[in-house]
Nanobody, 124 residues
Framework: QVQLVESGGGLVQPGGSLRLSCAAS????????MGWFRQAPGKERECVAA????????YYADSVKGRFTISRDNAKNTVYLQMNSLKPEDTTVYFC?????????????????WGQGTQVTVSS
């Protein structure tokens, strides 16, 4: 069993930055690939970034490529999402997720463990 707790959300002006963190408890963190998802009202949950267990392989949605960076610190059992050049359309709840196995995935069904979500609001 893996428990995930996100933090770092909040209100930021357009063009600003936020760093989300997701702390994991449970088994060996490096054995889990991690992902960050978001779900805007009326839309499907979208994987914005994913990372392999080692951290050497990553995925980004086209909508965030070049602006967001996913990383992990396996010694601290934590995955991060650095969000730069934020836009109003980035406003929504962001979820951290873990899947068994070290290979990343962008498919929601591939992830077994989810955090409670953290709100990100981009507004002037």
């Amino acid at each position: 069993q893996v428990q995930l707790v996100e933090s770092g959300g909040g209100l930021v002006q357009p063009g600003g930055s936020l760093r989300l963190s997701c702390a994991a408890s449970g088994r060996t963190f490096s054995e889990y690939a991690m992902g960050w998802f978001r779900q805007a009202p009326g839309k499907e949950r979208e994987c914005v970034a994913a990372i392999s267990g080692s951290g050497r392989s990553t995925y980004y949605a086209d909508s965030v490529k070049g602006r967001f960076t996913i990383s992990r610190d396996n010694a601290k059992n934590t995955v991060y999402l650095q969000m730069n050049s934020l836009k109003p359309e980035d406003t929504t709840v962001y979820f951290c997720a873990a899947r068994s196995g070290s290979i990343w995935s962008k498919a929601e069904y591939a992830f077994s463990y989810w955090g409670q979500g953290t709100q990100v609001t981009v507004s002037s």
